[in-house]
């Protein structure tokens, strides 16, 4: 065995030793955190990007200041491994850039460890005072991608999402840490949408907004072992507020604890008559503590009450199944589905569900939802 062992040992080595290495030092980087790093990452970046065999890229410990930089592909080889044991930090003064750090159009790309840093509190001090902001950047964006593993990231103060992953393929988050204060606006921790086979997992999220948010065209996520909050807990949607959206489907989010979050798992849908789906989702496994709504499927989203009220959503909500969900709420209502009056939620199964509000039986609220309970369900279904 110990032979085996030393073999194994021995071949690891030689393939590191034959990887091409790229240290962004080497390229003119300064950790003074004051220096714009961002040229010397990008040439780093080309030179790993364009070589025929697999390479990497490295940041060593240090503070580099980043103003933007765009990661962009398709590259020479599909094993890139980018080795960040420094921390990279964002301009402290907002600006209309919606992107910081982006990767577009590559493949099989390992993001390791590391620190990131948006800097978001000047922003976030122009949204909270109503005056006329830019969107905001999301600090990292994985676009038009696939096969990109983020391992043991830590994303602090993002001015808005802290990752979006959009029209990607096979894209695995694990072992991150992302945090921002309970009343920054809108830092989402990760944003889902027209992406498929993502898999989140081992890590804690603290945000101002939803720890998970999926938008249309999510589909094959599994979300598992991640501490929420604080924050507006794990959100499919908000959905429907344009035309011809792609639907949800197969979602799988358990072994999840939420702690003194706005929501627990929630389905949000404006009321618009603007048609779609969500289906097929598996919420299991879950521990509630001081959570305002653990439960919840609103489709009559509004906000303002502009260009929507009085009317039904279009988005038709089916077998979303609920298995093992224990815990307490901070608020009376612990289960609540709002549905639409046009598209019933339907295939809503309940199954061991224990929700107390002041150590007592919470209370249930159904509207225009069919669906089923089974094992011990507190409170009683009102399906």
């Not at 990452?41 to 890229?57: F, I, V």
């Not at 999926?214 to 991640?226: D, H, L, P, S």
């Not at 224990?326 to 569900?353: E, M, R």
């Amino acid at each position: 065995m110990t032979t085996i062992f030393l073999t194994l040992s021995l071949f690891f080595l030689s393939i590191t030793r034959t990887l091409a290495s790229y240290n962004i030092i080497n390229y003119g980087a300064k950790p003074d955190g004051i220096t714009d790093t961002a040229k010397p990452l990008l040439s780093a970046w080309a030179a790993t990007c364009s070589s025929h065999q697999p390479a990497s890229m490295y940041i060593p410990a240090g503070t580099f200041f980043v103003s933007t930089a765009l990661f962009k592909g398709p590259c020479n080889n599909t094993n890139i491994r980018i080795f960040i044991s420094g921390t990279l930090i964002a301009p402290s003064s907002y600006s209309a850039t919606i992107q910081w750090l982006t990767f577009k159009y590559v493949q099989g790309v390992s993001i390791l460890g590391g620190t990131i840093d948006g800097r978001g509190q000047a922003y976030w001090a122009c949204k909270t005072s109503n005056r006329n902001c830019p969107s905001g950047a999301a600090s990292i964006a994985i676009d038009e991608s696939k096969d990109v593993l983020v391992s043991g990231l830590k994303s602090l103060n993002s001015e808005q999402f802290h990752m979006m992953i959009f029209s990607s393929q096979g894209i695995t988050v694990q072992g991150a840490k992302i945090s921002a204060p309970a009343n920054s606006p809108n830092t989402d921790g990760i944003h889902i949408q027209m992406s498929s086979d993502v898999t989140i997992t081992g890590s804690t999220i603290k945000t101002g907004d939803d720890c998970v948010s999926m938008g249309e065209g999510a589909t094959n996520v599994w979300i598992e072992q991640v501490n929420c909050g604080p924050g507006h807990g794990i959100s499919i949607g908000s959905l429907g507020e344009t035309p011809n959206e792609m639907g949800v489907q197969n979602i799988t989010v358990k072994n999840v604890i939420f702690t003194g979050t706005q929501n627990g798992v929630r389905i949000k849908t404006w009321g618009k008559p603007n048609t779609g789906f969500v289906k097929e989702v598996m919420f299991e496994s879950l521990t509630m503590n001081n959570v305002q709504n653990p439960i919840l499927v609103d489709q009559n989203y509004c906000p303002g009450n502009v260009d929507c009220p009085n009317k039904s959503s279009g988005i038709k909500i089916s077998q979303v199944m609920y298995n093992n969900v224990q815990g307490s709420s901070a608020t009376p209502v612990a289960v609540k589905f709002d549905c639409s009056p046009s598209n019933y939620c339907s295939g809503i199964g309940l199954q061991d569900i224990k929700l107390t509000y002041m150590n007592k039986p919470a209370q249930a609220y159904c509207k225009n939802a069919e669906g089923n309970a089974s094992g011990y369900i507190v409170p009683p279904s009102c399906l």
